[in-house]
């Protein structure tokens, strides 16, 4: 069965830099989520969005920014990278807003390190 | 953690032996859902419960949820060496789609 696909796996940065995440939801999944897990932390919710619409926001900085397209696939765009965003990026995504019924998928995660 | 607690922190267990885990949380709940994360890696889905449930079985995975006390708890029966992995117990609220995820519990399984 079709997965979550997030790319890249791996993304070396150096400060300030800008970063592109991208996701690619399950086939027919219209609600993608992106989650940041620090190391030896829990996943923490940045954002989520359903049919190209934001959703619910958590605590993603300013610095940040993330968009769902027509295809339903997902971007986090992330600016003036700091060492503190060194984490991994998880995109998880489910097939409908209010899932009482369903889990979320999860991707793989993209390991970003801030040199 | 933003939602709760998971106990213990870390468990080592023998290869056979069943393994459990607990998770409280703080507001009303939607459904609770425990994940599995092997080192760095993925999160893995196990076991999503809803409110109004309160037990779920799922091959050697059986998942309680006591809604008065805000407190679940995952038992791994028969655990398998490969069973060594994070577990984590994330909650999604009553309102909104956001999961809030637990601390964590490491289990390591000795063979």
């Known amino acids: 069965a079709a997965g979550v696909i997030q790319s890249p796996r791996h993304l070396i940065k150096e400060k300030r830099e800008t970063a592109t995440l991208k996701c690619y939801p399950i086939?027919?999944?219209?609600?993608v989520y992106w989650y940041q897990q620090g190391p030896g932390q829990d996943p923490q919710f940045l954002i989520s969005?359903?049919?190209?619409?934001?959703?619910d926001k958590g605590s993603i900085p300013d610095r940040f920014s993330a968009q769902q397209f027509s295809d339903y696939h997902s971007e986090l765009n992330m600016s003036s990278l700091e060492l503190g965003d060194s984490a991994l990026y998880f995109c998880?995504?489910?097939?409908?807003?209010?899932?009482?019924?369903?889990?979320?998928?999860f991707g793989p995660g993209t390991r970003l390190t801030v040199l | 953690s933003q939602q709760g607690e998971e106990d213990p922190q870390a468990l080592s267990i023998q290869e056979g032996e069943n393994a459990t885990m607990n998770c409280s949380y703080k507001?009303?709940?939607?459904?609770l859902q425990w994940y599995r994360q092997n080192s760095g890696r993925g999160l893995v889905h196990l076991i999503l419960?809803?409110?109004?449930?309160r037990e779920k079985h799922s091959g050697r995975l059986r998942v309680t949820l006591d809604t008065s006390k805000k407190s679940s708890s995952l038992l791994i029966t028969a655990s398998r060496a490969a069973d060594t992995a994070s577990y984590f117990c994330?909650?999604?609220?009553?309102?909104?789609?956001?999961?809030?995820f637990g601390a964590g519990t490491i289990l390591r399984v000795k063979s």
């Open positions: 086939p027919r999944h219209d609600t």
């Open positions: 994330a909650t999604l609220m009553e309102y909104g789609n956001k999961l809030v």
């Open positions: 998880a995504s489910s097939p409908s807003r209010r899932p009482f019924y369903n889990e979320q998928f």
């Open positions: 507001t009303s709940i939607n459904n």
């Open positions: 969005f359903y049919e190209k619409m934001q959703s």
């Open positions: 419960i809803r409110s109004n449930e």
